[in-house]
């Protein structure tokens, strides 16, 4: 049995690909997968040991069994496409507007509205940065914001949400990512806002490669 496995960030740089081909049998696991492809790469094998594995854009178990059929990508640790304009889940490579997602956010059944904007930051821990590069497994990145705001939804009823993120390369100042809540209370938005941010980063498939000023770049994943 043959399967393609997708690569992103810093694994794909390292492997130098996009895609893989993998062999094995016709019983292959997850975990016998990782262990096909760091026999392959032993160069990368600390990275692959580190990396989720999606089947079908679900993170699988490693006793779960592949098929040749299976869409399947590695998820190196997540740093923190497009979909329709007045959509509250959105991966672009374009600019956000902070205008245009307080606007669809507007109601008149909700009385505050909280907006948490992140930026690129020039200086990280003493070193200076020149630009981000932020790269995404887009349409999992989506379903996984779908999720989670429907659970944020679920959690806090009649809160309007939104999650923007931007792909590409970004400069100091520039805006990476929008996560918003809109709700009849202003506890409610606060709390909701940061229940978006926080499971954004930790849970979605975006990576970001810091360029510093002294040339080096380094694939960051996002703090827990």
């Given at each position: 049995?043959?399967?393609?496995?997708k690569?992103?960030?810093?694994?794909?740089?390292?492997?130098?690909?996009r895609?893989?081909?993998?062999?094995?049998?016709?019983?292959?696991?997850?975990?016998?997968l990782?262990?096909a492809?760091?026999?392959?790469?032993?160069?990368?094998?600390?990275?692959?040991?580190?990396?989720?594995?999606?089947v079908?854009?679900?993170?699988?178990?490693?006793d779960?069994?592949?098929q040749?059929?299976?869409?399947?990508?590695?998820?190196?640790p997540?740093g923190?496409?497009?979909?329709?304009?007045?959509?509250?889940?959105r991966?672009?490579?374009?600019?956000l507007?902070?205008?245009?997602?307080f606007?669809?956010?507007e109601s008149?059944?909700?009385?505050?509205?909280?907006l948490?904007?992140?930026?690129?930051r020039?200086?990280?821990?003493?070193?200076q940065?020149?630009?981000?590069?932020?790269?995404a497994y887009?349409?999992?990145a989506i379903?996984?914001?779908?999720?989670?705001?429907?659970?944020?939804?679920?959690?806090?009823?009649?809160?309007?949400?939104?999650?923007?993120h931007?792909?590409?390369?970004?400069?100091p100042?520039?805006i990476?990512?929008?996560?918003?809540?809109?709700?009849?209370?202003?506890?409610?938005?606060?709390?909701?806002?940061?229940?978006?941010i926080?499971?954004?980063?930790?849970?979605?498939?975006?990576?970001?490669?810091?360029?510093y000023?002294?040339?080096?770049a380094?694939?960051?994943?996002?703090?827990?």
């Amino acid at each position: 049995m043959s399967v393609t496995v997708k690569l992103f960030a810093g694994l794909a740089e390292r492997i130098g690909k996009r895609e893989i081909a993998v062999d094995g049998d016709h019983q292959m696991t997850v975990l016998g997968l990782k262990q096909a492809v760091i026999r392959a790469y032993p160069q990368c094998a600390d990275e692959i040991g580190r990396c989720l594995v999606a089947v079908n854009r679900e993170y699988a178990p490693d006793d779960a069994l592949i098929q040749n059929t299976d869409e399947i990508a590695f998820i190196p640790p997540v740093g923190g496409g497009s979909c329709d304009e007045f959509d509250s889940c959105r991966v672009v490579d374009e600019p956000l507007d902070v205008a245009s997602a307080f606007a669809q956010l507007e109601s008149v059944y909700c009385g505050g509205t909280v907006l948490f904007v992140g930026t690129v930051r020039e200086w990280t821990k003493g070193r200076q940065t020149v630009s981000l590069q932020y790269e995404a497994y887009v349409d999992m990145a989506i379903e996984h914001m779908r999720r989670i705001e429907a659970d944020v939804k679920q959690k806090y009823p009649g809160t309007i949400t939104l999650q923007w993120h931007r792909i590409g390369t970004l400069k100091p100042t520039e805006i990476a990512v929008i996560c918003a809540a809109a709700s009849p209370h202003r506890d409610v938005a606060f709390e909701a806002a940061r229940m978006l941010i926080e499971r954004l980063k930790k849970e979605v498939p975006i990576w970001k490669r810091e360029n510093y000023k002294d040339g080096e770049a380094v694939w960051q994943a996002n703090e827990v």
